[in-house]
């Protein structure tokens, strides 16, 4: 864990089963801070219920700790294995649950999209992405595990993906200056 500040932060989570990745971050006027990252694991030795169990229970209550403004959650299109698919979307179904629960915005990204807005470049490795993720937070070390490292690279994504359509509030104050000159 990192140490927090005062603004609701964006909540990334990769998620998985066996190990569920997390990261959050809040900007403090154009710079991103990390105040939240590690990784959930469940034993795969432990049935499945259980486990699911276990891991809902650790998604709502950070969820409730941290009380993000939004919650980002890898969007999984394509997987060669399907038992590892089906995991990840029962890990994800889990994430997407906790923040419904407390009415938080939900947006999913694909892997490519993240490595793209983080990397520059859509086919980049793990390793690419958690160097450019320490970079752009400033960390002294890539995040690790991988998972934690990809929660955060989620986060950031959506954070700067907020930054560029300011149009609602330009669009809302130029409808509002139309409409005043001609009334």
Not at 43 to 67: C, K
Request: aromatic share 2%; proline share 8%.
């Amino acid at each position: 864990m990192f140490a927090g500040g005062d603004a609701a932060p964006i909540l990334g989570i990769d998620p998985g089963v066996s190990c569920c990745g997390y990261g959050a971050i809040v900007r403090r006027g154009a710079q991103p801070h990390a105040v939240a990252c590690g990784v959930i694991r469940t034993d795969p030795t432990v049935p499945l219920p259980a486990r699911l169990a276990l891991l809902a229970g650790e998604l709502d209550q950070l969820v409730e700790e941290l009380q993000p403004a939004a919650v980002v959650v890898e969007r999984v299109l394509f997987q060669v294995n399907a038992r590892t698919a089906i995991s990840v979307g029962q890990a994800s179904g889990l994430a997407l649950v906790a923040a419904a629960r407390r009415d938080i915005p939900v947006v999913q990204y694909s892997p490519n999209e993240v490595k793209l807005a983080i990397a520059g470049d859509g086919g980049a490795g793990k390793r690419e992405v958690a160097a450019m993720v320490a970079r752009l937070l400033k960390l002294p070390t890539p995040p690790s595990p991988a998972d934690a490292a990809d929660a955060l690279a989620l986060a950031l994504c959506h954070a700067w993906r907020l930054r560029v359509p300011d149009t609602e509030s330009r669009s809302d104050r130029l409808g509002a200056a139309i409409a005043k000159a001609t009334s």
